[in-house]
């Protein structure tokens, strides 16, 4: 399973997610590694500082440049991809070495608009979801965020990750807490990809 975590926007989340669905992934028993093609290298200095701190995330985490993104299928078991924001090109190497890109966004409407502006631009034959993150119940742009996209006909994912100070605290460190329901997000993501391998397996 190679997952793109994608957007055009920054401070969207893309890292948190790569790193916990990452950790989501490990602790159900896949062998797991994170690409970080973000030259920023957000997930890589996550790791070396969990690493300087002696409290190591326990799956591989690997900076890489994006002619080495063609060779994802390559590697033995899971791949998350961790994108940079405003490089198109890395994006697009990114989508096309996925079997999945997750469209990742946060519930203001710029982020909204950046992520469907990412989902139309750049996913064409890969398969995309949005997630949304940063949710707070009860608050207005989350709301209507997440209505707006149920109403939608974009595919959406029916986890939503909350707003956490947790998951903030989380960078740099070792995810010794709980996912936050990153979990769901990955029994989600494998859903789609064994009924999407199923239908292919049917029409062949």
Not at 16 to 42: F, I, K
Not at 51 to 61: Q, Y
Request: aromatic letters at 6%; hydrophobic letters at 40%; one cysteine or more.
């Amino acid at each position: 399973m190679i997952v793109a975590v994608i957007n055009t926007k920054g401070g969207v989340g893309k890292t948190t997610t790569c790193m916990y669905l990452a950790e989501a992934a490990r602790r159900a028993g896949r062998d797991v590694t994170v690409w970080d093609a973000d030259p920023q290298g957000s997930s890589l200095t996550w790791s070396d500082q969990a690493a300087a701190d002696k409290k190591p995330v326990e799956f591989t985490v690997s900076g890489v440049h994006q002619r080495q993104l063609a060779r994802a299928a390559q590697v033995e078991g899971d791949v998350i991809i961790d994108t940079p924001p405003g490089d198109p090109q890395v994006i697009s190497n990114a989508v096309d070495a996925a079997d999945i890109a997750l469209v990742v966004t946060g519930p203001g409407g710029a982020d909204v608009e950046r992520a469907i502006e990412t989902m139309d631009h750049f996913t064409g034959s890969t398969p995309a979801l949005f997630l949304l993150t940063q949710y707070v119940k009860q608050e207005t742009d989350s709301w209507t965020t997440w209505r707006s996209l149920r109403e939608s006909d974009y595919p959406l994912l029916d986890t939503r990750i909350p707003r956490r100070a947790a998951i903030q605290r989380a960078y740099g460190s070792a995810i010794n807490d709980e996912l936050h329901g990153y979990e769901r997000v990955l029994d989600e993501i494998v859903q789609v990809l064994d009924a999407l391998n199923a239908e292919e397996g049917s029409d062949g």
